[in-house]
Each structure stands twice: as structure tokens, then as C-alpha cells.
């Protein structure tokens, strides 16, 4: 896999009804929340823990089932999401964690698919609006977010694993934990191809359903966690609901510009949808802690995001709830077994409590592999430990452990930096780098 999936180009016309007239606006971003760290310039350090009152990312999808009840049923609501057989594990592969590990868990999965939930090829205007036509059609998943809701009560938290976190991949080898979705995805898709398979829909719905099962052994084999419940967000759904909310607030410590992100910001508070919004929560150059400061920046857009579409208003309109409904039919992709409005009916609560985002500790977040590869280090048994404890649990030993030496470039574990106080635009927007 290529180190940077972000590439330059021209300026694209935006995409707008006129020019798809399948292109309609609507909700739920790839991910995030809350506060900056610590901007201490080590990168070697530590990734802190980033808590915040603020309510998990897919909470802004779900909770429209419970707020917007008198429009959309449940079934109506369920019966349109496309669902997957990702948790279930093939004959012969290894037994998942155990499942009485003392939390709810949950994937939340942003990836840059060129394909809609039902397996069409979005159009190349479409990509060029999303900044992904360039790519050579790989899949990444450069949010990857495991939702713990312990079953004793406590706090739940949102732990971001960061993309280049550098990882065994079930059944591959080591690799960036990125890459596990679209390694698996494309060699099963080779192999349909190769039974004969033509129908392209059928075989991007089974090569995805493949990359995602690879995934979730990866999240469960580095966390020893077992994945209860499964949700998937592509670009298009997160351009859809900024451009249906028309637009989410942001604010940045600095001004920054990056080419490969299409990222041009100025300083302070502004708002930002569609393809900016995804140059906002892609851009990783130029900035102090790279991949890190980005899930910072996800995280705090993401908290606006929620803020905004729980509020008074904005799910009031009907025409605006069928927007963002449709946003999720396009773009969501779900575990059978995940009850939307259940789930749902949590959201104000944790929309109104605590919930605790954090990321991974990392050894160092600019370490290379034995190819060359930028990576993010991590010592496996302090990141499931770390896990653990957010459940209130002991680490339980792995199968099979990994190999938990530096892949190559970077050493030490420093401490964990503090969480620094977070600076807030005039209405409490977070200010991030």
C-alpha cells in the first residue's frame, strides 16, 4: 500500500443535483471529538488520553431514529441500512476474545470507499469531489474507533486507533492496521474474479464484507476485545451530512495549508462542509503531531457535528430528517444485530453525560518499518491494558502474542502527556491544531 492515499489535484466543479441527480445531502461524519493534548513537540511520546463531554460520533446517525421517531419507524429506519456479516468468523479461524470482557463494544469504521453501501461505483465527479479519484482504488480505513460501553455503569469512551498504527494483520503479516480492510478486500475480490464472477456490484458487496471481517480479527487480535457490533461510514456519507447540516463550526489554533489534503484554513473559528469538511478531518502534513493532532481534530469536529445535529431544530424539519436519512441508506453499513433505535435511545444520555475519547498509547508516532514505511509503534500489551482499564478490567493474555519490538526507527515510552485545557471558540466550539 502507498504511505499517503491523499493526492493533489486540480480543482474539481463541486458536485451538486444538477449534475447527479442521485446527489442528495444528508447525515453522520467518519468520526470525532473533543480536545487538543498537550502540544508538547515530542512526537515519541505517548499518545494522552482526550476527554471531553461529548457524545460518541455514529450517536449523530443513530440518534435519529430516536429524534426523528414521529417521521421514520423503526423498520422503515432498519429495513434501508445494508448490513454485514463481518463479526462471524470462517471455519477453522481462531475463536474471538471472550464475549464477558465487561463492556458493549463497538467498531466505528470510516472508510474512503469509491463505492456506495450497496456496491455502486460513484461517479467520477462524485470522486472528485471527495478527492479520492486519483487513488488507485485501494481501500483505507483511516478511522478506526472502538466504542466501549462498560456494563457496570462507568463512563463509556470512544479509543481511536491511529491509521498507521503498524499491526499484524490476520492471515498477512505485520502492516499499518489501515490497510488490513483493503489487503483482504482486494485479494478475495481477485478471487472471485477468478471463479468467474462478473457482476461488479456483487463482487465490491463480498470483497467488502471480507475486508471488514479482516478487520475486526486485527482490532480484536491488537486489543483482545471482542467486537460486539459493527458500523461502517464512507466519504460520501460524511460529505452528505455536513452539506445536509449545512455546514459544522470548527476552530483551529493556526492557520494551515496542505496540497494533498486539499486542506486552506485560516485561524479560528469558521464552518466547513463537504469536500472542506474532509480536508479538515483528512489533513495530516503540516501539522505538529501528524497523524495524531488529525485524530484530535476528527474528534473535535465530530463533537461539533453532534452538538449541532441534536439540537433544537435541525431534526425538526422533516425534509431536512429525509436528507439525512438518506445520507444513511447511501453510505452507512451495519452488523445485523445492531438495533438502530435501541441504541438510539442511549444516545441522549450520551449525548448529555460523559464520554471519554482517548487514543492508543503509542511508543512513537513517527517510527519507520524494515520497508520504509512511516508507522505509528505500539507495545501491544500496554495498548491492551489500556483497554482493558477503560472497562475496569485486567488485560486478558492473548492467544498468541505478537511480537511487541519496535518494527524499526523510534524508541522509548515516555510518559503520557497531560491533557492540556482545551481552548474554546465563542459558542464552545474546541480549538485544535
Known amino acids: 500500500m502507498e504511505d499517503e492515499q491523499e493526492q493533489p489535484e486540480t480543482a474539481a466543479k463541486p458536485v451538486t443535483e444538477r449534475d447527479d441527480p442521485d446527489w442528495k445531502p444528508s447525515p453522520f461524519p467518519r468520526e470525532t471529538p473533543p480536545a487538543p493534548v498537550d502540544e508538547a513537540p515530542s512526537r515519541t511520546r505517548r499518545a494522552g488520553r482526550i476527554t471531553r ?94 466504542l466501549r460501553v462498560p456494563k457496570n455503569g462507568s463512563k463509556p469512551s470512544a479509543v481511536s486507533v491511529p491509521r498507521d498504527t503498524w499491526t499484524d494483520i490476520p492471515g498477512r503479516g505485520k502492516a499499518k492496521i489501515n490497510s488490513a480492510y483493503g489487503i483482504a478486500k482486494a485479494h478475495f475480490a481477485q478471487g ?37 457490533h459493527y458500523a461502517e461510514i464512507n466519504l460520501l456519507g460524511f460529505y452528505l451530512l455536513t452539506e445536509a447540516l449545512g455546514g ?26 463537504g469536500g472542506e469538511a474532509l480536508s479538515f478531518v483528512r489533513q495530516r502534513k503540516n501539522l505538529p503531531r501528524g497523524d495524531l493532532d488529525r485524530i484530535v481534530r476528527q ?38 444485530g445492531l438495533d438502530l433505535l435501541q441504541f438510539a435511545q442511549q444516545a441522549k444520555g450520551l449525548a448529555s453525560g460523559d464520554l471519554a475519547f482517548a487514543t492508543i498509547p503509542v511508543i512513537t508516532a513517527n517510527g519507520r518499518s524494515e520497508d520504509g514505511q512511516s508507522i505509528v509503534e505500539i507495545d501491544p500489551k500496554a495498548v491492551r491494558e489500556f483497554v482493558a482499564g477503560l472497562a475496569g478490567r485486567s488485560a486478558p493474555a492473548a492467544a498468541k502474542a505478537p511480537d511487541s519490538s519496535p518494527a524499526g526507527g523510534g524508541s522509548g515510552s515516555g510518559a503520557a502527556p497531560a491533557a492540556a485545557p482545551l481552548l474554546q471558540a465563542s459558542d464552545g466550539v474546541p480549538c485544535v491544531n
Open 299 to 336: 474528534q473535535a469536529f465530530l463533537s461539533s457535528a453532534l452538538h449541532q445535529v441534536l439540537s433544537a431544530g435541525t431534526l425538526a424539519s422533516p425534509g431536512t430528517l429525509n436528507n439525512l436519512m438518506d445520507a444513511v441508506h447511501r453510505s452507512l453499513t451495519l452488523d445485523p
Open 248 to 273: 459544522v463550526k470548527v476552530c483551529l489554533n493556526h492557520a494551515t495549508e496542505d496540497k494533498d489534503s486539499g486542506a486552506n484554513f485560516r485561524r479560528g473559528e469558521q464552518t466547513v462542509s
Open 53 to 146: 463531554r461529548v457524545a460518541v460520533g455514529l450517536v449523530s446517525v443513530l440518534a435519529l431514529g430516536a429524534s426523528g421517531y414521529a417521521y421514520v419507524t423503526k423498520d422503515q429506519l432498519q429495513s434501508t441500512i445494508p448490513t454485514t456479516d463481518a463479526l462471524t468468523p470462517r471455519a477453522g479461524e481462531p475463536a474471538p476474545p471472550p464475549a464477558d470482557d465487561g463492556a458493549d463494544d463497538i467498531l466505528l469504521v470510516g472508510s474512503d470507499a469509491r463505492t456506495d453501501a450497496q456496491g455502486n461505483q460513484l461517479p467520477l465527479r462524485v470522486l472528485k469531489e471527495l478527492r479520492t479519484e486519483a487513488n488507485n482504488g485501494a481501500v483505507n480505513t483511516d478511522t478506526v474507533i472502538l
Open 192 to 228: 472471485l474474479r477468478a471463479q468467474g464472477e462478473r457482476d461488479q456490484a456483487k463482487i465490491e458487496r463480498d470483497s467488502d464484507t471480507e475486508g471488514r471481517r479482516v478487520l475486526v480479527q486485527a482490532v480484536q487480535d491488537l486489543t483482545q476485545v471482542r467486537i460486539d
